[in-house]
């Protein structure tokens, strides 16, 4: 079920009432799992198993790391914990990949082999789940949480619906409490709710399923007859669709949630205004790079091991980063790619950062807008290779870009399609820059804000009825990972 349907508004105007009218009983955490149960179940009811699965492997799993009082009794449950959750997600994610690969490599010895594959699809939202669920149980396994004992509570903790399928990654030692105690709903949570959702909607209705047009005219149809301007278009429109869809996702998750009482985690902070690859990170999918961080980077040893032991665990970390995203030989490049920008981030950290005297707090405009922009274009590279079907047609992408770069009539018609789409975005992400520096002086100097916001939603609902892609009804990208 997708937010920006009609099936959506529906079913949340059948299950907000339930939730609302259950509020402060002991029924609400059975409203809200059954509300989250059919909510996936709009897809496909059997990969319900998968989630029952996995929540009971990880529920019995911490409620025996807690009464052990052996470490081998307690590190076997944690291993049985882990063991299910990547196998779940290694085999409908992974398998086919590796059958494919293996074949590929048989055949050159046995051309007649054939290995067989899953008849599947890829049940949505997997990857999400599984590492929430998987971080409970290492979080109980480190003490830094007791055991949930109601399975109720658990088992909405890992199929709260808002954030289900494409995230955020939340943590069970902030969502738990959160769902246990919904916050009051008043007028202005219900405004904040609305403007959220109606963000969220905006980003993906108008602005990332209109340049979908523009990324598949370039992407998917690659012709010999391309320059490398318009795979530059291209590819500056796929950045902004991958953000706007990503992030549009989460504003109405962190809208739908609001009105049930629950705040969920911010996961985008301006990633484009990022001035190095590090701080892109700290700004893009944050749920997942704290994820990456917390479970992967620093058990591996962090930067604790000298400077070899952090390069090698940030392409460790970055590679298996790219590898969550998709079974493909595209998303293990691009993890390549992304550790080694981290890498010599790490290395020449003080060449990309403008050295500063003592007295001067904060870079020169003019270094930061180059820093802003040389991120960007870094990040763009990236999105180059992350969207390309394979490494064969990323190769043919990256040649054009570099060998016949040219700037021409013929890409007008692209760079105005892009521009009419993406200048409402940039006016907005301004205004908000502009709003939370106020908020930093005083709150009185808001009022100023409340008309222009009346304008601005004007003119995009005026935008959205008119541009709005409302037919082709597109599923979230980050759906398939």
């Known amino acids: 079920m997708l937010f920006q349907t009609i099936d959506f508004l529906i079913f949340f105007a059948v299950a907000w009432p339930l939730c609302l009218l259950s509020r402060g009983t002991p029924a609400r955490k059975f409203v809200l799992l059954t509300t989250s149960y059919v909510f996936y179940a709009w897809w496909n009811p059997l990969y319900l198993s998968l989630i029952a699965f996995s929540t009971l492997v990880d529920y019995l799993a911490a409620r025996r790391l807690e009464a052990a009082t052996v470490p081998a009794q307690r590190k076997l449950a944690l291993t049985i914990s882990i063991l299910c959750n990547l196998g779940l997600l290694g085999t409908f994610k992974y398998g086919n990949f590796l059958a494919e690969n293996l074949e590929a490599l048989l055949q050159s010895f046995l051309p007649n082999v054939v290995v067989p594959r899953g008849d599947w699809l890829l049940p949505v939202g997997i990857s999400f789940y599984t590492f929430q669920s998987m971080a409970y149980t290492i979080d109980v396994y480190r003490g830094r949480l007791k055991a949930e004992r109601d399975f109720a509570w658990f088992a909405l903790y890992v199929s709260f619906f808002p954030q289900l399928v494409a995230g955020p990654i939340e943590r069970a030692s902030q969502l738990l409490p959160r769902l246990k105690r919904p916050q009051p709903l008043g007028l202005i949570r219900v405004r904040d709710a609305a403007l959220l959702f109606c963000s969220g909607f905006f980003k993906k209705v108008y602005i990332a399923d209109n340049l979908a047009y523009l990324v598949e005219r370039v992407f998917d149809h690659p012709s010999s007859e391309a320059s490398g301007g318009q795979v530059l278009l291209g590819l500056y429109a796929f950045a902004l669709q991958i953000y706007c869809d990503f992030s549009g996702y989460t504003d109405m998750a962190r809208g739908v949630a609001k009105?049930?009482?629950?705040d969920l985690s911010i996961n985008f902070r301006f990633p484009y205004l990022a001035t190095s690859p590090q701080d892109f990170w700290r700004r893009w999918h944050i749920t997942l790079s704290e994820w990456l961080r917390d479970y992967l980077y620093i058990p591996l040893g962090g930067s604790r091991g000298g400077t070899l032991a952090t390069y090698?665990?940030?392409?460790?970390?970055?590679?298996?980063g790219g590898l969550w995203h998709g079974a493909g030989w595209t998303f293990v490049i691009w993890g390549v790619y992304q550790g080694m920008l981290l890498v010599?981030?790490?290395?020449?950290?003080?060449?990309?950062?403008?050295?500063?005297p003592a007295t001067q707090r904060k870079p020169s405009p003019v270094w930061r807008w180059l820093q802003v922009?040389?991120?960007?274009?870094?990040t763009c590279l990236g999105w180059l290779i992350f969207r390309s079907p394979d490494l064969a047609t990323?190769?043919?992408?990256?040649?054009?870009?570099?060998?016949d770069f040219r700037l021409n009539a013929e890409l007008l018609p692209y760079a105005l399609y892009l521009a009419f789409f993406a200048l409402p975005l940039i006016a907005v992400q301004a205004c908000k820059?502009?709003?939370?520096?106020?908020?930093?002086?005083?709150?009185?100097?808001l009022t100023w804000a409340w008309p222009w916001r009346g304008i601005a939603f004007g003119l995009a609902g005026i935008l959205l009825v008119v541009f709005g892609e409302f037919e082709s009804s597109r599923e979230f990208i980050y759906f398939q990972f």
């Open 344 to 356: 010599i981030c790490h290395a020449f950290g003080g060449w990309w950062s403008e050295r500063l």
């Open 394 to 403: 990323c190769g043919f992408f990256l040649a054009t870009l570099v060998r």
């Open 373 to 378: 922009m040389g991120t960007f274009h870094l």
């Open 433 to 445: 820059i502009f709003e939370q520096r106020l908020r930093t002086q005083s709150a009185t100097e």
């Open 312 to 320: 090698r665990n940030l392409m460790a970390t970055m590679i298996l």
């Open 259 to 262: 009105l049930l009482g629950v």
